[in-house]
């Protein structure tokens, strides 16, 4: 039987995994109380910048839910899951969500660095769905209001969910310093690796770049073990 949640560390870093089932009845939970949720999708580059900086690590601790984007973080952590692997690299739990968030008509409000970032996320939400309900978007590149601006533009549309895809550490500050003051079920932060997809919305496979971060990530994760032990 599948493992509702699972918890690792790697490098230091604690994490939960949550199998596909488990992370659907939590977001069912999520779009249904009175707090802000937030979500962290974790990848290699994450982790190996979480490893030197105290602040970022608890920033993603602190997240409601983490998700992995590659199976190879879970057995780093020491977890082997045929069942989870198959998961992450069918991208079963961004397809049922995007499903589920357009079947129930919820708004989302995007945020992003740059115009390109805005167009890749825009991009890979359609081809999850064409019936997403986008509210709201904010470049910070086009409109440098800091956090203030950002937080009145998502509060004055009032949307179910808040997508950033922006980068780290700055994605997991802004959760951490504005979570209390935004008005939204869920605040996901979702990477460019899970939005780059087949046609049938599997994760693609890196190119010669990935090849060389997953080398460099497991080189750290097994210097890491190897001090720790000594």
């Given at each position: 039987?599948?493992?509702?949640v699972?918890?690792?560390?790697?490098?230091?870093?604690r994490?939960?995994?949550?199998?596909?089932?488990?992370s659907?009845r939590?977001?069912?939970?999520?779009?249904?109380?009175?707090?802000?949720?937030?979500?962290?999708?974790?990848?290699?580059?994450?982790?190996?910048?979480?490893?030197?900086s105290?602040e970022?690590?608890?920033?993603?601790?602190?997240?409601?839910?983490?998700?992995?984007?590659?199976?190879?973080?879970?057995?780093?952590?020491?977890?082997?899951s045929?069942?989870?692997?198959?998961?992450?690299?069918?991208?079963l739990?961004?397809?049922?969500?995007?499903?589920?968030?357009?079947?129930?008509?919820?708004?989302?409000?995007l945020?992003?660095?740059?115009?390109d970032?805005m167009?890749?996320?825009?991009?890979?939400?359609?081809?999850f769905s064409d019936?997403?309900?986008?509210?709201?978007?904010?470049?910070?590149?086009?409109?440098p209001g800091?956090?203030?601006?950002?937080?009145?533009?998502?509060?004055?549309?009032?949307?179910?969910?808040?997508?950033?895809?922006?980068s780290?550490?700055?994605?997991e500050?802004?959760?951490?310093?504005?979570?209390?003051?935004?008005?939204a079920?869920?605040?996901?932060?979702v990477?460019?690796?899970?939005?780059?997809?087949t046609?049938d919305?599997?994760?693609?496979?890196?190119?010669?770049?990935?090849?060389?971060?997953?080398?460099f990530?497991?080189?750290?994760?097994?210097n890491?073990?190897?001090?720790?032990?000594e």
């Amino acid at each position: 039987m599948q493992t509702k949640v699972q918890r690792l560390s790697v490098m230091g870093v604690r994490l939960k995994d949550y199998s596909v089932r488990e992370s659907m009845r939590r977001i069912n939970t999520y779009l249904n109380n009175d707090k802000c949720n937030t979500i962290d999708f974790v990848t290699r580059d994450l982790l190996l910048n979480a490893a030197g900086s105290e602040e970022l690590k608890k920033n993603i601790e602190d997240m409601d839910m983490t998700l992995m984007t590659t199976a190879d973080i879970l057995t780093a952590g020491g977890i082997e899951s045929y069942y989870r692997e198959k998961e992450i690299e069918s991208n079963l739990f961004l397809k049922g969500l995007f499903r589920k968030l357009a079947k129930e008509k919820r708004k989302l409000f995007l945020l992003s660095d740059n115009a390109d970032k805005m167009k890749m996320l825009k991009d890979g939400l359609n081809r999850f769905s064409d019936e997403l309900i986008i509210a709201g978007e904010y470049i910070n590149e086009e409109k440098p209001g800091g956090d203030d601006g950002v937080v009145n533009d998502i509060n004055s549309v009032l949307p179910d969910f808040v997508l950033l895809n922006i980068s780290s550490p700055a994605a997991e500050d802004f959760v951490s310093s504005n979570r209390a003051r935004i008005n939204a079920k869920v605040i996901m932060i979702v990477r460019d690796v899970s939005l780059k997809t087949t046609e049938d919305g599997k994760i693609k496979k890196g190119g010669i770049g990935a090849f060389f971060v997953r080398r460099f990530f497991h080189s750290a994760v097994a210097n890491y073990e190897r001090k720790r032990a000594e």
